[in-house]
């Protein structure tokens, strides 16, 4: 045999009695165990339902928060996400989470209110002057009362993520005057306070889920909607609806649930992870919002579908004085707490 085969054959040996004795780790000492992770043996797998598409705020909110749950967790956490209503629609999705069929949603506030009425709260026309206002109340005792009542229904309320203002658009006329909407039929969410809301000023109401809203617009069975500048974008509302009056007159934005038995069971630290991730989700999605909603408006105005108005100042009083009987109306249902808080926080924003 040559020298230098002989002198492999040697190096090859040392290294593989190194591998066999110096790597091994010792039967005798315990493997490395860190106690906080113990709930991150196992991969978890979290199915996220939700009904609007990817560009809209929720959607984004969606992916920014599995991404960080993934980064946050090195990949043993995984947040599976089905947008646009692929999985469950809101008719469907609220009994999915509560059967365990997924873990998460994040519901438009107003699809709350049948199994938890106080959400009609949220609903109240012209409830918020801003988006202070409306961060104060969520982060406040109002969201903490609010995400109270899901529990006893199954449900876990985590977190609050932005959408913005609605706005009124319709196919027939533009929508200044409180009589302007005498007669008409509005596409609404499932909430008693949104039907009462057209009922005073002299329209009817059908409740369509979000992913019928463009066929039913767009076939004429209802000739106008109230929603937000990044869905009426996103669902190209703004191609089959001639009018739009920004009117800020109410606000839409999510609740974010998991079923409560899943929650429950989660190890702490796992509950700690998702945590951080939903609290700088909240935060990511309120700076994102704002201008998504602003460039999309830009988007639609180019696009010149729509005869766009803003509500004056006078004709915001006429819609207010109208709609005001509604605080009453509701005080019971939703509770004489949470109407009192409202209408301290809309008078303190309100206040010049
Ligand atoms: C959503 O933003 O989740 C949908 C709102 C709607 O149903 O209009």
């Given at each position: 045999m040559k020298p230098a085969v002989i002198i492999s054959l040697f190096v090859l040996l040392g290294l593989c009695a190194a591998v066999i004795i110096g790597f091994r780790p010792s039967l005798s000492s315990p493997l490395p165990h860190d106690d906080e992770q113990s709930g991150l043996k196992e991969r978890i797998t979290i199915k996220f339902s939700h009904v609007v598409a990817e560009n809209t705020p929720k959607g984004l909110a969606a992916e920014h928060f599995a991404n960080l749950v993934a980064q946050k967790s090195q990949d043993r956490i995984e947040i599976q996400v089905f947008p646009n209503g692929m999985l469950y629609s809101d008719p469907t999705e609220v009994d999915a989470l509560k059967r365990g069929d997924i873990q998460m949603i994040a519901p438009a506030y107003s699809k709350l209110s049948a199994e938890a009425p106080a959400f009609l709260a949220l609903d109240l026309p012209f409830a918020f002057p801003n988006q202070q206002a409306v961060d104060e109340a969520l982060q406040g005792d109002i969201g903490r009362t609010l995400a109270s009542t899901l529990e006893e229904h199954g449900m876990k309320g985590v977190a609050y993520w932005t959408n913005g203002f609605k706005q009124m658009t319709d196919n027939r006329k533009p929508l200044h005057?409180?009589?302007?909407?005498?007669g008409l039929t509005f596409r609404i969410m499932p909430s008693k306070v949104l039907a009462s809301q057209f009922a005073r000023l002299g329209a009817k109401t059908a409740f369509i889920p979000f992913t019928e809203v463009y066929r039913n617009v767009e076939q004429n069975s209802v000739g106008g909607q109230e929603n937000t500048i990044s869905n009426i974008y996103s669902k190209r509302l703004y191609k089959v609806q001639s009018f739009m009056t920004l009117s800020n007159h109410g606000y839409l934005g999510y609740a974010v649930i998991f079923n409560k038995p899943f929650w429950d069971k989660l190890p702490a630290d796992v509950r700690r992870i998702l945590q951080e991730a939903l609290d700088e989700t909240s935060l990511w999605i309120g700076m994102q919002a704002r201008e998504i909603n602003k460039l999309q408006l830009e988007e639609i105005r180019k696009a010149g579908t729509m005869q766009i108005d803003e509500l004056s100042e006078a004709d915001r009083q006429s819609w207010m004085q109208i709609l005001e009987p509604l605080y009453g109306e509701y005080d019971k249902e939703i509770g004489h707490g949470l109407v009192a808080e409202i209408r301290k926080l809309r008078e303190r924003y309100s206040a010049p």
């Open positions: 005057k409180p009589e302007d909407f005498a």
